[in-house]
């Protein structure tokens, strides 16, 4: 049987052009042909959510938060079936597929309470001051409206969370803007189930047609044709640094250039200061093993390098690190392409002049699937590191580079030189924090979230997290992928000049109905 | 004698490439000779203004407000030498040099408030909850913090508002960021004397040297070199589409590409709508008439185009207008290459077909420095406008299209065609305006403001004006460059996870010392 595009509520067409889904623990294709959406396809989705840009601009915010907790609830009831076949398509555990899907309903009912809140519109109110001189003062009202039609391209690694119903879309659909995903060609069923519930919940609730397409296809035909087509005003990505600029060069180029969201690289440092104890080294061990196999290492925050001190404690550490890396027994990674980039990093790490190998499971031992990968421990000076701008890479997957320093001044050598990131976490005592002053203010223009103590895995689902941070964590350090903050990507200021109270939107009239927040100046 | 740029507190070097500034009035050089700032100028101004980011992105509000509103006193207190030398440099007449001096000062004033109410950085706070299954919730806490250093490039129409200590300026110094200036070549004394007021302020409040440098040059050489600086990360731009297009595609191209905040092209519609009645024809042809003519046509909000309903109240309306911008003497423009542009504009649409001329000055007739340009108000119908995309060509300058169109479909088909604008203005019966809802709901995704029977000239500074607007207009619709809106540009959300709260900002720290409004989760 061949499956095909989801355009609006009806099918894409059958073309000649198809692909299977692989399961990653086997290696065998399974039955389900997809076909690649066609040219028509493309064109047809683009109509659609352009003929509903005005209607969906005009939802109250009650109305999206309506479909936005129906659809969770959808989701939420069908986690049975979204467990079977995306354990299939991407080897990750029953209980991971189950924590994502809440996690996916979870941020659509956030945006559901934003919406219901009404606040997020940021309304500025400026009243008429008819008497003012030199010049009488008019009536200036601003809030946010949506950006128009988004394109968002599904993550291999967060399969719900991060793709198709997942908070690209979901901040899309919040801020008011029709939606075309493009699917990630390792999980297209994953992507049709959760699709089919998409549409099931639009006509039910009643929205426009036009707010949601599915796409299947490569990102050098389907996703380049979505990005370049003039009625695409935003597009959000999670994936590679490769994937993420040729996106945002594209969108760029464009007679009408767009914004590109990309979250696509970053190697999540971790600085472990000078003062801890052995004790305290030897639970970090612990900590960072967690945090560094957790999800099979296929995290954005996955922590990819470590600074230690060059002493006793330091040796502990890692130590203590290497060998319990080395016990972890390989998994299945997402799929192929994944497999053989992380078996590639790390073939290219091993050459580097000054690294040491800790730890390494054989690479060639190809598991059932071929995509089985186990852990890597690496392990160099700072001044090979400090040399060598290719032990930045990131290495997708359970891969760990220590670096062992010998004062402060290296990691103020290191944060000045280091490109942008998600995340960057200190470990160290509370009392000397002051000391390490000039390294904390450093790495703030370094990163997007700054942690003391804790691991960077487990990005909280809020109003405080800020999932971005500078190039090439990003290609906008403006912004924020994850939490409430993430509305703000497809969402432009509007304002209105001198227009009758009943003319103006809800949310900008005299008796605010909504008793949002305002600015009033 | 010779003058150089400024580079943090000291001068640049005198070079071999120099220029002056002409009087538009009379098309003779000035006296005073400036250098264009060499490499090392660029090179040292980026040094400085690296060094000077952490001290910048410490410094509270307080500190930072002190310091703007000094300036602000400086500009007021040296207004008359800014008339002698601005009038000469751009034949502006004196009242406005005052008036603009004032809205600069002003500018710097509002950001100053808004600096001390704190509230801006929108802070955001979900407290820890050890507790909570299955995972403990971790503390975290996020707040807006400054982009790096900013390059500004000055406009040839503001040489005060948008130039040296303009709205770019200002916003970017209240977000905590260094700023390095490029001088517009029309007006380099006037940018001196600011920028020599700024080094005073700077120096008098304490603030760190490299948070100024002030650069005289061509954008193509000492632009490029600004924009594509590794230290620079994000621009601020307010002049030619082609101008801004250029910064925006370096800027996107750069390794680690940064936003481009362009304020280009806008032709700000005028919608007639067709309930008008004749007495109502006269007064909006007597304020259109004082709108176009503002600051001799040269406002980026300058209404270009005007669309008129095919009726006998129309005709007055038409015939009023073109009869009032007869009479207007012709006024120095700001500068040669800006009176050129405006010649070959009106000869570019004087040649479309359809077109007819219901009032063009003599263009041949040079004035004393050649500067001078006249009026001109073009008439066409809706079928010819809807025909040809190059009447939709922004001419700077005191010229008006008008276009008659035949119902309200004619208005849809513009509106859906029509490309970003900054302003979109309607004009009519406010019992009617419901039936003209579409075209509302269709203006408001072309354009950053939208009116009602008021013209777009005047541009208020407040919390809730909006000057920006969807490509061309900007190059990011979502920002706005005027109001205190314009600090989102130069700030990023930084994200803070399980500090302790005294090494949080003080915007995050339990106590709350400012008293800032904050989202708590």
Same mark, same amino acid.
């Given at each position: 049987?061949?499956?095909?595009?989801?355009?609006?509520?009806?099918?894409?067409?059958?073309?000649?052009?198809?692909?299977?889904?692989?399961?990653?623990?086997?290696?065998?294709?399974?039955?389900?042909?997809?076909?690649?959406?066609?040219?028509?396809?493309?064109?047809?989705?683009?109509?659609?959510?352009?003929?509903?840009?005005?209607?969906?601009?005009?939802?109250?915010?009650?109305?999206?938060?309506?479909?936005?907790?129906?659809?969770?609830?959808?989701?939420?009831?069908?986690?049975?079936?979204?467990?079977?076949?995306?354990?299939?398509?991407?080897?990750?555990?029953?209980?991971?597929?189950?924590?994502?899907?809440?996690?996916?309903?979870?941020?659509?009912?956030?945006?559901?309470?934003?919406?219901?809140?009404?606040?997020?519109?940021?309304?500025?109110?400026?009243?008429?001051?008819?008497?003012?001189?030199?010049?009488?003062?008019?009536?200036?009202?601003?809030?946010?409206?949506?950006?128009?039609?988004?394109?968002?391209?599904?993550?291999?690694?967060?399969?719900?969370?991060?793709?198709?119903?997942?908070?690209?879309?979901?901040?899309?659909?919040?801020?008011?803007?029709?939606?075309?995903?493009?699917?990630?060609?390792?999980?297209?069923?994953?992507?049709?189930?959760?699709?089919?519930?998409?549409?099931?919940?639009?006509?039910?609730?009643?929205?426009?047609?036009?707010?949601?397409?599915?796409?299947?296809?490569?990102?050098?035909?389907?996703?380049?044709?979505?990005?370049?087509?003039?009625?695409?005003?935003?597009?959000?990505?999670?994936?590679?640094?490769?994937?993420?600029?040729?996106?945002?060069?594209?969108?760029?180029?464009?007679?009408?250039?767009?914004?590109?969201?990309?979250?696509?690289?970053?190697?999540?440092?971790?600085?472990?200061?000078?003062?801890?104890?052995?004790?305290?080294?030897?639970?970090?061990?612990?900590?960072?093993?967690?945090?560094?196999?957790?999800?099979?290492?296929?995290?954005?925050?996955?922590?990819?390098?470590?600074?230690?001190?060059?002493?006793?404690?330091?040796?502990?550490?890692?130590?203590?690190?290497?060998?319990?890396?080395?016990?972890?027994?390989?998994?299945?990674?997402?799929?192929?392409?994944?497999?053989?980039?992380?078996?590639?990093?790390?073939?290219?790490?091993?050459?580097?002049?000054?690294?040491?190998?800790?730890?390494?499971?054989?690479?060639?031992?190809?598991?059932?699937?071929?995509?089985?990968?186990?852990?890597?421990?690496?392990?160099?000076?700072?001044?090979?590191?400090?040399?060598?701008?290719?032990?930045?890479?990131?290495?997708?997957?359970?891969?760990?580079?220590?670096?062992?320093?010998?004062?402060?001044?290296?990691? +103020? /050598?290191? %944060? =000045?030189?280091?490109?942008? !990131?998600?995340?960057?976490?200190? *470990?160290?005592?509370? #009392?000397?924090?002051?000391?390490?002053?000039?390294?904390?203010?450093?790495?703030?223009?370094?990163?997007?979230?700054?942690?003391?103590?804790?691991?960077?895995?487990?990005?909280?689902?809020?109003?405080?997290?800020?999932?971005?941070?500078?190039?090439?964590?990003?290609?906008?350090?403006?912004?924020?992928?994850?939490?409430?903050?993430?509305? +703000? /990507?497809? %969402? =432009?200021?509007?304002?209105? !000049?001198?227009?009758?109270?009943? *003319?103006?939107?809800? #949310?900008?009239?005299?008796?605010?109905?909504?008793?949002?927040?305002?600015?009033?100046?």
């Amino acid at each position: 049987m061949t499956e095909t595009s989801l355009i609006g509520f009806s099918r894409g067409e059958q073309t000649s052009s198809t692909f299977r889904a692989v399961d990653p623990k086997t290696g065998s294709e399974l039955g389900t042909e997809y076909s690649h959406s066609s040219e028509g396809d493309v064109q047809r989705s683009c109509e659609l959510a352009q003929l509903s840009c005005l209607p969906m601009a005009s939802l109250s915010g009650q109305k999206k938060a309506e479909f936005l907790r129906l659809l969770a609830d959808r989701l939420d009831g069908a986690v049975d079936s979204i467990v079977e076949i995306m354990t299939v398509e991407t080897g990750l555990p029953e209980a991971r597929v189950r924590g994502e899907t809440g996690r996916t309903s979870g941020q659509l009912r956030m945006f559901a309470d934003l919406l219901v809140d009404g606040s997020w519109v940021d309304a500025r109110i400026d009243r008429a001051d008819p008497g003012r001189l030199p010049l009488p003062k008019p009536d200036l009202r601003a809030m946010l409206r949506p950006i128009g039609p988004v394109a968002v391209f599904c993550a291999s690694n967060f399969p719900l969370a991060f793709s198709v119903a997942g908070g690209d879309t979901a901040s899309a659909w919040a801020a008011g803007c029709p939606v075309i995903v493009k699917a990630h060609h390792a999980h297209p069923g994953t992507a049709l189930l959760v699709g089919k519930l998409i549409v099931q919940s639009l006509e039910e609730s009643g929205l426009p047609e036009g707010a949601f397409s599915l796409l299947f296809g490569e990102g050098r035909i389907v996703g380049q044709a979505l990005v370049t087509h003039s009625v695409i005003k935003a597009v959000g990505f999670t994936g590679s640094r490769s994937g993420g600029r040729a996106l945002f060069d594209l969108a760029s180029q464009r007679k009408e250039p767009i914004p590109v969201f990309a979250e696509m690289s970053s190697i999540n440092p971790i600085f472990l200061l000078p003062e801890l104890n052995m004790d305290e080294m030897e639970n970090i061990a612990d900590g960072l093993f967690a945090s560094a196999t957790l999800g099979g290492g296929q995290f954005c925050t996955n922590p990819g390098i470590v600074f230690y001190p060059n002493n006793g404690d330091g040796e502990i550490f890692r130590d203590s690190y290497a060998e319990k890396m080395k016990d972890y027994p390989p998994v299945a990674m997402l799929h192929q392409g994944i497999r053989e980039s992380y078996a590639k990093g790390i073939e290219e790490m091993v050459k580097q002049k000054g690294v040491e190998v800790l730890a390494l499971s054989d690479l060639s031992e190809e598991g059932n699937g071929g995509c089985d990968a186990g852990t890597c421990v690496l392990n160099t000076s700072i001044e090979c590191f400090l040399k060598n701008p290719q032990l930045t890479t990131e290495v997708f997957g359970p891969t760990t580079l220590l670096v062992s320093y010998e004062d402060k001044e290296d990691l +103020l /050598r290191v %944060a =000045r030189e280091m490109e942008g !990131q998600l995340t960057a976490s200190f *470990f160290g005592h509370k #009392e000397m924090l002051s000391s390490h002053e000039n390294l904390l203010d450093l790495m703030e223009t370094r990163a997007g979230r700054l942690l003391f103590n804790q691991f960077p895995t487990g990005v909280e689902v809020c109003e405080s997290i800020v999932h971005g941070g500078p190039y090439p964590a990003t290609t906008d350090s403006r912004s924020t992928s994850v939490g409430t903050g993430a509305i +703000l /990507r497809f %969402a =432009r200021p509007v304002c209105y !000049q001198g227009f009758p109270d009943e *003319f103006l939107p809800e #949310e900008l009239r005299e008796e605010n109905p909504g008793g949002i927040k305002r600015k009033e100046g």
